[in-house]
């Protein structure tokens, strides 16, 4: 068994472990926009830990692993920073209030986190940091079961954990034909690797360069666990317990399958007398039909992400009264005094971006996009800071949203995160917003207004490649629509045109031409002008000086 400074002192060594190998992690990577910094992100979120533990000495086990999880959860950065956070929060579920961490709390701890993390996931994707978190946890079981003392255990979870690491490429195609392992899977290779030097009586793991990261990149990465997260939104919070019909034969893995074919972050929870129910879903109703065809129902909620609330305020309570858990984890953030009943907070990078949210009505802008992505305690300073009730969060990057909604449960205020994965996106948002309609029909709206925009990027290649049928050498130019490469060219203004055309319909009527900070005014007014030489007679075109990094040109079609 380990004590609290033994287990504290093994995260550092994870933490300097992750931070000595971080660019070799970003450089798996095998999609060529630039992005790609999977080690980047992890390192930086495991550094918001860093700084909470070395103030403490003497802890127990539990404390250490709660300070631990507080903290990852506040600094999480993209969505690998986010599913880190997430293992490392059932990790401290696992070994709760104990002094030491034993074989058998230290199994149940990889157990929890495994669960958390597949169940924050909205569509789980095998061949990445999931599985070898999965295979490290199973190995970990079965280690305890012969008798292996906790030294053994966390070996078996090692072994696991690399042996699943190298299949990796077997599950996904990208990876095999890239040649490289999952990044966010060797990241969480390198976290075991870090702590299992101090807990087999070792050192801790010398920094070699003391985490000064920048955001200089950042990605979905071939971290695919959470590639696809926010494609679909789901409106509805439904939550309702089913008193199981003894007649009943079917069993509740069916439900189950149902609310995942409706909506996400599904929950089903049963024992022989009920079966407790959770999902995001557009059609509550449809849910509801399904749960009674198991029993009768009883406390059913439909609400847009009020739960999450409720139990932020039961949870502060609750931390109140045990401080050693969290309460004095991190920087009390004060909220401002609320003035009106909803706010917003985006995310973008640019000062013409920037700007143009804020004449749009946004309160905070964070700054962050596609290579520097906001931690979760970013945005929730902002939320914090917007004097409302209710704030709605536009995160306008896919990979920007999972850390936006492990904001939900520690703000004060109700925060709503629309899913929006494009600045063209949060721009419609906005445009969209009614002030007459409530929280829930404005999110939905707005949400469904956000999904008809057709967003075109163009950009440079990063590193040379050989993704989705192109092969690309690196300083390329790449067209994208979606997030997915449409073509390759090897000039800006040709490549933009290009797209444009490809991009605009019969039955197009707007079209929003964003330059970066690359291109001067004289380059980008000539776009403007040969768009509208071609297409002025049908549609109307807006040309903006966002002013952003990384993208040339950002074109939206409605």
Do not use: W
Request: glycine share 8%; net charge negative.
């Amino acid at each position: 068994m380990f004590n609290g400074n033994t287990l504290r002192d093994a995260i550092l060594s994870a933490a300097n472990n992750l931070s000595n190998n971080r660019k070799a992690i970003d450089d798996l990577n095998v999609f060529p926009v630039p992005d790609g910094d999977t080690g980047t992100n992890m390192s930086m979120t495991l550094a918001n830990s860093v700084r909470e533990l070395e103030k403490i000495e003497g802890a127990t086990a539990g404390r250490i692993a709660a300070v631990n999880a507080a903290a990852l959860l506040r600094g999480a950065r993209g969505n690998s920073g986010v599913i880190t956070s997430l293992l490392f929060r059932g990790f401290a579920k696992g070994i709760g209030d104990e002094e030491y961490m034993t074989a058998a709390n230290l199994t149940e701890a990889l157990k929890l986190g495994v669960e958390g993390a597949y169940k924050a996931v909205m569509k789980p994707t095998e061949g990445t940091i999931l599985t070898v978190a999965r295979v490290a946890s199973e190995r970990a079981q079965t280690a305890l079961m012969a008798g292996r003392d906790a030294l053994g255990v966390f070996d078996a979870a090692i072994e696991g954990a690399r042996e699943a690491l190298e299949t990796t490429p077997e599950l996904l195609p990208a990876l095999k034909k890239a040649g490289v392992v999952d990044a966010g899977g060797k990241g969480f290779v390198l976290i075991l690797e870090g702590m299992r030097e101090v807990l087999g009586g070792g050192t801790i793991i010398a920094s070699t360069a003391r985490e000064t990261v920048q955001q200089e990149t950042e990605s979905e990465s071939r971290n695919a666990a959470g590639e696809f997260e926010g494609e679909i939104t789901f409106t509805y919070c439904t939550e309702f317990i089913v008193n199981r019909d003894p007649q009943c034969e079917k069993e509740p893995q069916e439900l189950r399958s149902y609310l995942e074919s409706i909506g996400d972050c599904v929950v089903v929870v049963d024992d022989e007398e009920i079966i407790k129910v959770h999902v995001h879903t557009d059609h509550p109703g449809n849910a509801i039909e399904n749960g009674l065809t198991f029993g009768g129902l009883v406390h059913l909620k439909i609400e847009n992400m009020r739960d999450q609330h409720e139990r932020a305020r039961h949870d502060a309570k609750e931390a109140a009264k045990k401080p050693t858990k969290s309460a004095d984890l991190t920087e009390t953030i004060k909220p401002v005094e609320i003035t009106k009943p909803v706010g917003f907070v985006s995310v973008c990078a640019g000062d013409g971006l920037t700007e143009l949210f804020r004449d749009l009505g946004v309160d905070n802008v964070v700054s962050g996009g596609q290579t520097m992505n906001p931690s979760t305690d970013d945005i929730l300073r902002a939320i914090e800071n917007c004097p409302a009730s209710t704030v709605f969060v536009l995160p306008n990057n896919k990979n920007i949203i999972m850390a936006a909604e492990q904001a939900v449960p520690i703000s004060t205020r109700k925060v709503i995160v629309l899913h929006t994965r494009t600045v063209p996106q949060g721009i419609t948002a906005m445009l969209n917003f009614n002030d007459d309609a409530d929280d829930e029909t404005n999110a939905i709206e707005m949400q469904k207004a956000a999904e008809k925009i057709a967003t075109g990027q163009v950009t440079f290649a990063a590193r040379d490649s050989d993704f989705d049928g192109h092969k690309i050498k690196e300083g390329e130019i790449m067209a994208l629509t979606g997030g997915k490469i449409v073509f390759v060219d090897n000039d800006v203004e040709r490549a933009t045109l290009k797209l444009a055309g490809k991009m605009i319909k019969r039955n197009s009527e707007f079209v929003t031409v964003i330059y970066g900070k690359d291109i001067t005014d004289i380059a980008a007014q000539d776009i403007e002008r040969q768009l509208n030489e071609k297409y002025g007679e049908r549609v109307e075109i807006t040309l903006v000086n966002g002013g952003q990094p990384v993208y040339y040109y950002i074109i939206s079609v409605e």
